[in-house]
């Protein structure tokens, strides 16, 4: 079992920055692999930006060279930095956890990112 709770979201202008923070309970966060999920008004939620238990990583194309994922296992946590932000980034960003091969996956409430122009 494990439990997710994001912060950082919050009012940015257009060009700003904003450092989203997912920590996570449970015994095994190495073993997870990690990720960022958006939803905007309207639109159905996507994948942001994932990284495996091995540090691999992929991003959407509409925010690579602006956003990066990292993880700090010993402090149970994962990063997401949003930079040169617009807003069309503007959602409710939702961190998860996943065993992969268990198909086992969890979710946090979402924080909310809004980006005006």
């Known amino acids: 079992q494990v439990q997710l709770v994001e912060s950082g979201g919050g009012l940015v202008q257009a060009g700003g920055s904003l450092r989203l923070s997912c920590a996570a309970s449970g015994n095994i966060f190495s073993m997870y692999a990690m990720g960022w999920y958006r939803q905007a008004p309207g639109k159905q939620r996507e994948l942001v930006a994932a990284?495996?238990?091995?540090?691999?990583?992929n991003y959407a194309g509409s925010v690579k060279g602006r956003f990066t994922i990292s993880r700090d296992n010993a402090k149970n946590t994962v990063y997401l930095q949003m930079n040169s932000l617009k807003p069309e980034d503007t959602a409710v960003y939702y961190c998860n956890a996943g065993l992969v091969p268990q198909g086992i996956y969890y979710w946090g409430k979402g924080t909310l990112v809004t980006v005006s122009s």
């Open positions: 990284i495996s238990s091995g540090g691999y990583i």
